[in-house]
Structures are given as C-alpha cells and as structure tokens.
C-alpha cells in the first residue's frame, strides 16, 4: 500500500524538488497540495495530475489516511504547523531551517517527542554523495586530526526577493546565515560527527541592500525587488566557533562587493586537507613517499532530494531515525541562534 503525503507550501522547493521526489517514488501517493495562493495549489494537481488543491493546512490534519507531510513554506510558520501535523499523528519533513529560533526548534523537538512520530529537517546535503564520501574518508582517519574547518558561502550582490520575505526577518528569521549559511554548517558538523559548540564569535552585517532602490544586483533568483518592503536581515556574516571538534571560521554573503562567488568548505587535517566545492565535487590533498599529492574525487551523482524523500519515506516504515532527525539538527540551530546572539552582542558567547 502506497504512504499517502500533503505537500505544504507549493513554491519553489516544493516544485522544483519535494513533489518530483514524491512522484518518482513509487511507494508514495500525493493526497493533497496545500498554498495560501490557491493557483500554486491548482497548478499543482493539475501538472502532477494527482491529489486535492486545498489553501489550509487545516483541511487535511483529520485525514486518517494521510501519514505524513513536507512542509515548505516560509520560516515563520514551521513551527506551527510542524506541531500541528505532528500531535494530529502525522509524520513530517520540514524544509530547512528547522524554526526561525533556537526557542521555536525546542518546541517542535518536544512536538516530536510527545507525539512519537518523525520530524527530520530538510539538511538535504546529507543526503549528498560527495559530502557523505568525505564523511566516510574522515570517519576512516584518512585526514587524520581535523583541527580546522574553513567555510566560504560568498556571493556577488544576489540577495533574493529584497524587500520580500527572505529579507524580513519576523518571516524569515535572519539572512544569508539562516538562508544558506545552515547548510553550511550542517555539512561541517554531519562530516565531522555533530561536535559540541563551545563558544561562539561572529558579526553579522545588514548593508548593501538597506535602499532597496538603490540596490544594483547580479542575480535576484526569489523575485524582483519590492521596492517598498522590508530589509532588515544579514547580507554577510563572519565568525568562529570552538567545539569539541574542530574550530570552524566562516564568512558568508549574500552580496559582497567582490565579483566572485566563493562557494566551499575545506577540512584540514594534520594527515590530509579536503576541498568541497558545494554542490560538486571535492579534492583531497596530501604527501606521499615524500612528494606533495592531490587526488580528485568525481563519482556519478544521486539526486539528493530523492534520496531525502526516500529515505524519509523508508524511515516511516522501519522507525529507524535519520541522521536529519530534529534531535540532531538542533545542534545546528542552536548554534546559528548562538551565532545571531554574538553578534547582537558584540561579545563571546559560550553554549
């Protein structure tokens, strides 16, 4: 018998990547497609010829026959309807980030715990061939000590949507730390095995889009600007943070006034270093017999998003927990939370 799912929220991520997943598995039936804007919901039943266009989420927590849901809509409401599909016994998978607060991911943690169903976060990239390729060569000591993790998420003037929801922070929760910065994070710690934060120093940055107007750009991919709107989130951020691991400095940007964009993580280790191109693939360097020595890694590729879906699919039916559960990524939020309260501060913080 197929897993009957609601797909909530039927903009981008939804379209271009939880419904294909969904449908090219065929253990799954799409029941419902649910949006505010009743259009996306339409367009969706009609493109994928399956399910119910409904604009309320609340239409479908009493349908016994559906067991789970992705939710992929705007930060702001996560949490609420996480919990809600969670103590109305459905299972769910929530897009990252998991809440806009380290105080909301609390409150669908306990949703999870109380209700005995699954809650996994949408850190899609562990679900990616070439980080879990590095995890394996790190888990084997092949890099030996990792001291140091360098990450880069840097681009050239493309904050999306300006003056939308990505850049109003009551909707979104922050900028481009929030935004890009958690998959980010989330890969360093899934590949060093989920250290403990220790402390954290960072400063955010919220200057290159504040006169909407004004704001000339190289890419807007979530939308023209809405010149009247709100932009009150970080287009940049830097900082370092000590965990029990390895320490891990950062500088992202949405828009930096530098016309490249500079996109990866590098793992230093005292036998070996990796870089990670992200979204592609990697190159370890090392010695050997005395010489200095790269090796390049390419492999055939498996859609990430697929096999999220699918294994959040399988987790249902085997009840064994994912390493994207909440009980991991919490980690995570609570480190961006950590990371947000340092630079409100201008000071240390220790977790």
């Not at 604009?55 to 067991?67: G, P, Q």
């Not at 995890?135 to 084997?140: A, F, H, Q, R």
Request: proline share 3%; aromatic share 8%; charged share 25%.
């Amino acid at each position: 018998m197929k897993t009957k799912v609601a797909v909530i929220g039927c903009g981008t991520i939804a379209t271009n990547q939880h419904i294909p997943a969904y449908m090219n598995n065929k253990d799954a039936e799409i029941k419902y497609f649910c949006d505010i804007i009743s259009e996306r919901a339409e367009n969706a039943v009609k493109k994928n010829e399956c399910g119910i266009a409904v604009t309320d989420y609340r239409e479908i927590l009493e349908d016994n026959e559906v067991e789970a849901v992705s939710i992929c809509t705007p930060n702001a409401v996560h949490q609420e309807i996480s919990e809600a599909f969670l103590h109305a016994g459905k299972h769910v998978l929530c897009e990252k980030p998991a809440a806009r607060t380290y105080e909301e991911a609390l409150k669908m943690q306990k949703a999870q715990q109380e209700s005995g169903k699954i809650l996994n976060i949408g850190v899609v990239n562990r679900f990616n061939s070439s980080v879990n390729k590095i995890k394996e060569l790190i888990d084997n000591g092949e890099l030996g000590d990792i001291h140091h993790v360098y990450i880069s998420f840097r681009s050239h003037r493309s904050i999306p949507g300006l003056g939308g929801s990505f850049t109003t922070k009551a909707i979104s929760g922050g900028g481009v730390l929030i935004d890009w910065g958690v998959h980010f994070l989330d890969i360093v710690m899934y590949c060093c095995g989920d250290p403990k934060p220790l402390t954290v120093s960072s400063e955010t940055f919220c200057k290159l889009g504040k006169k909407i107007e004004d704001y000339t750009y190289v890419d807007m991919w979530a939308g023209p600007p809405v010149k009247d709107g709100i932009y009150d989130v970080d287009d940049s951020v830097t900082g370092m943070v000590r965990t029990s691991g390895p320490v891990i400095t950062f500088n992202g940007a949405w828009a930096q006034n530098i016309g490249e964009n500079e996109m990866y993580i590098d793992f230093m280790g005292d036998k070996a270093g990796i870089r990670l191109q992200y979204g592609g693939s990697f190159v370890k360097y090392g010695t050997k017999n005395g010489m200095l020595c790269e090796t390049k890694y390419q492999m055939n590729e498996k859609n990430m998003f697929q096999q999220e879906i699918d294994s959040f699919l399988e987790c249902i039916r085997t009840e064994k927990k994912l390493s994207s559960n909440i009980d991991v990524n919490i980690i995570t939020s609570r480190l961006m939370s950590a990371i947000y309260e340092s630079a409100e501060k201008h000071c240390e913080i220790a977790l």
